[in-house]
């Protein structure tokens, strides 16, 4: 029988690789989870998580800070980005991928926001899910970022570390969140995201990962690794 994961000793190296490498001079934490940082206590926190998390997908942080930034100053609220119009809030969001499509659903989203819920971001999946454009993947992170509330977050890099390391099986990441919730201790279910994520920019990496440098390597069977540094 396959013993289960050590959560407790791969969390614990995660956070302690989080923290040093958020040390040097030049290191980010990742978009999401620095502007939910930034706007810990502010009142329009889910709305910048839920906003910024949209122009994420499929696209680089550094594209999306900015992005988020520009979008963000001209529209700190639902009713502010209406005003702005659809042709505008693609030319604040631009290049983040899918530009366009983002801006149609940002207008309609925020549309559905101040008619069914005072303006407000929701705090309940299902009805972040009826959001356009919404998937699992943005409405757990803005329940876990912008309300503190469990989830478990799956994009790319949390999908790809989980199964090279072998801790799981499954061939999508919507497989990879149900897995997750049946293995992994609640306790780990917030964090997981913001340390995969960092961790699979940096050193995880989808080809050539950098596995000399691994914290977690004795928790790791680098299943699909062909290549490494």
């Known amino acids: 029988m396959k013993a289960e994961p050590d959560w407790a000793a791969i969390f614990k190296n995660l956070e ?56 963000l100053s001209k529209a700190p609220g639902p009713a502010e980005l209406i005003a702005l119009g659809a042709e505008e809030i693609a030319r604040l969001a631009y290049p983040a991928g899918f530009y366009r499509t983002k801006a149609a659903n940002l207008v309609k989203i925020a549309a559905i926001l101040l008619e069914k819920y005072n303006g407000q971001v929701p705090s309940d999946i299902d009805a972040l899910l009826n959001l356009p454009g919404v998937g699992r993947k943005t409405a757990n992170l803005v329940l876990t970022e912008a309300f503190d509330m469990y989830g478990i977050c799956v994009d790319i890099h949390v999908h790809r570390i989980c199964n090279r390391a072998g801790w799981i099986k499954s061939s999508a990441p919507e497989k990879t ?18 340390l995969l994520v960092l961790y699979g920019q940096n050193l995880c990496r989808p080809v050539s990962p950098f596995c000399s440098r691994c914290v977690i390597s004795e928790h790791c069977q680098r299943i699909g690794v062909e290549k490494k540094r």
């Open 177 to 194: 969140e149900i897995a997750l919730r049946e293995k992994l201790p609640k306790r780990y279910w917030k964090r997981i995201n913001g």
């Open 16 to 71: 302690k690789w989080r923290k040093d490498h958020l040390a040097k001079d030049d290191a980010e934490d990742t978009i999401v989870t620095s502007l939910a940082a930034e706007y810990k206590k502010a009142p329009e926190k889910p709305w910048i998580v839920l906003v910024s998390t949209i122009l994420s997908l499929r696209t680089k942080d550094d594209v999306t800070r900015l992005a988020s930034k520009r979008l």
